[in-house]
Nanobody, 117 residues
Framework: QVQLVESGGGLVHAGGSLRLSCTAS????????ASWYRQAPGKERELVAT????????LYGNFVKGRFTISRDNDKRTVYLQMTSLNSEDTAIYYC??????????WGQGTQVTVSS
């Protein structure tokens, strides 16, 4: 069982930035795809960004529009989400997910991001 712990959420003014982190408990992280999802109140969970185990070809949700950057440090078993130009529509709980080579998904507990206008 892989444990994922997110951090870095909080309250930020519109136009501000936040950096989320997600650290895995297992070395299988380096062989796993890592992703960030978010879920706003009353809405379905949606993909924010995903990155391969080697850090190549990150993909982003259409709403990102160049504002967010996903990256990873396999030595630290950590995936990051740098978010800039935040607006009120980015308010949500942000979840980290990893998918291992056996296609097993693991989720973190989520971290709240609140953007005040």
């Amino acid at each position: 069982q892989v444990q994922l712990v997110e951090s870095g959420g909080g309250l930020v003014h519109a136009g501000g930035s936040l950096r989320l982190s997600c650290t895995a408990s297992s070395d299988t992280f380096s062989h796993s795809v890592a992703s960030w999802y978010r879920q706003a109140p009353g809405k379905e969970r949606e993909l924010v960004a995903t990155i391969t185990n080697t850090g190549e070809t990150p993909l982003y949700g259409n709403f990102v529009k160049g504002r967010f950057t996903i990256s990873r440090d396999n030595d630290k078993r950590t995936v990051y989400l740098q978010m800039t130009s935040l607006n009120s529509e980015d308010t949500a709980i942000y979840y980290c997910k990893t998918t291992d080579i056996w296609a097993r998904d693991y989720w973190g507990q989520g971290t709240q991001v609140t953007v005040s206008s």
